[in-house]
């Protein structure tokens, strides 16, 4: 039996893939990273990853005229971190080079990284995945004493 501080909580938003729309998953994520203790900067760091990722999912996503088109963020609250989870119906994005990706998960973030590839940086482990379905990219950030 999982003890009271390893019981993972999960919070799901749905939102139209229209811009303006990632400013709830951004404020959502900003509610969960305080209660979970995140330090402020850190909860900076995370709004800025949720919002920019979100937005790349809005962009990349068929119009809303082609049908019911959402994005999906899920936040999963485990002990010691937040995985959060953004799927979209968009077809699936082009491959990084190799090397841009060794710079993703590089510390520091080296200076002249694109904004776009920079919330990626931000996080301690990132995920993606494509399908015939769609996308997602899924961004772990973990509590730092």
């Not at 800025?48 to 068929?62: F, L, M």
Request: net charge negative; glycine share 4%; proline share 10%.
């Amino acid at each position: 039996m999982e003890s009271p501080s390893e019981i993972s909580r999960i919070v799901k938003v749905s939102i139209p893939s229209e811009l303006g729309y990632e400013k709830i998953p951004r404020n959502v994520a900003n509610t969960l990273a305080q209660r979970m203790g995140f330090s402020g900067e850190r909860i900076e760091d995370l709004m800025v990853s949720v919002a920019e990722a979100v937005t790349n999912s809005i962009q990349h996503n068929p119009s809303p005229d082609a049908g019911l088109q959402e994005v999906v963020v899920i936040f999963w609250l485990k002990a010691r971190s937040l995985v959060i989870k953004v799927i979209d119906q968009g077809p699936p994005p082009v491959e990084l080079p190799p090397e841009l990706l060794e710079l993703i998960h590089r510390r520091p973030i080296p200076p002249g990284i694109d904004l776009w590839v920079s919330p990626l940086c931000f996080a301690d482990e990132v995920k993606t995945r494509s399908s015939s379905e769609g996308n997602e990219i899924e961004l772990t950030f973990h509590l730092r004493e």
